[in-house]
């Protein structure tokens, strides 16, 4: 059975695909919109919100990764956070350019109307939602930049940790190495004291042997001289 960190992640992972798939459906929606502009600034206002909602829902992803006591699942989570970033990414630069299309009509239809009588209401209206288009694309521009410093960090992040796994392995290494050396050490030791034990059993026969010897010299000698007719 799935544990409740589970079922939280793969909500969590359904509800990124369902905002993706709705903010593709508006910049095709954006793409085929012929006017008018309030038109086109509604949906606008909504891709901006899908974005917020999804935005949000990544980092919920991002944090349920730190989370995980397991490592395969905190890196899997990890990859999946990453590809969502990107196709967040590619999804605004997606919208840019349907807005930069969007811009052009507008400006076409602009010149159509100068054409047929000079500028009216209605043109006056449009210039003011190209402009309103032009400062939306430069927050595009610097929310991808934010992105593109926020990817670069997570790469200088997974650098970091890379290094410190090489760092732990070489400690490791040489941890084993030096129980190694000891090990070799206290069976080198271990013979000398059973090379030394040896020695002190041999050296003692040998005192005992010597000891017998001087006692039997001397009861020899006693023995001749106390009793020389036996």
């Known amino acids: 059975m799935a544990s409740s960190a589970d079922v939280h992640v793969r909500i969590c992972g359904q509800e990124i695909i369902k905002y993706d798939l709705e903010i593709k459906a508006l910049i095709q929606d954006i793409r085929d919109c012929p006017g008018p502009q309030s038109t086109l600034l509604e949906l606008n206002s909504q891709v901006k919100e899908k974005f917020s909602q999804l935005r949000l ?3 919920d992803l991002e944090q349920m990764a730190r989370e995980q006591d397991r490592e395969t699942d905190r890196l899997a989570i990890q990859a999946e956070t ?4 990107r196709q967040m990414l590619s999804n605004r630069t997606a919208w840019r350019k349907a807005i930069v299309a969007c811009k052009l009509a507008i400006d076409n239809m602009e010149k159509e109307e100068l054409l047929r009588g000079g500028e009216n209401q209605s043109t006056r209206q449009r210039r003011a939602t190209k402009e309103t288009l032009v400062e939306t ?7 991808l930049m934010s992105i593109s410093r926020m990817m670069a960090e997570q790469v200088n992040q997974s650098e970091d940790t890379i290094g410190t796994l090489a760092t732990s392995s070489r400690t490791v290494q040489e941890t084993n190495e030096e129980f190694r050396n000891m090990t070799g050490t206290i069976h080198l030791g271990r013979k000398l004291i059973l090379k030394y034990n040896r020695r002190e059993l041999t050296d003692k026969l040998l005192i005992f042997l010597a000891l017998a010897l001087f006692l039997a010299t001397v009861l020899y000698i006693l023995k001749k001289r106390l009793f020389p007719f036996i």
């Open 57 to 59: 829902r990544i980092q």
């Open 82 to 85: 990453e590809s969502q970033r």
């Open 137 to 143: 694309s430069s927050s595009i521009t610097e929310s």
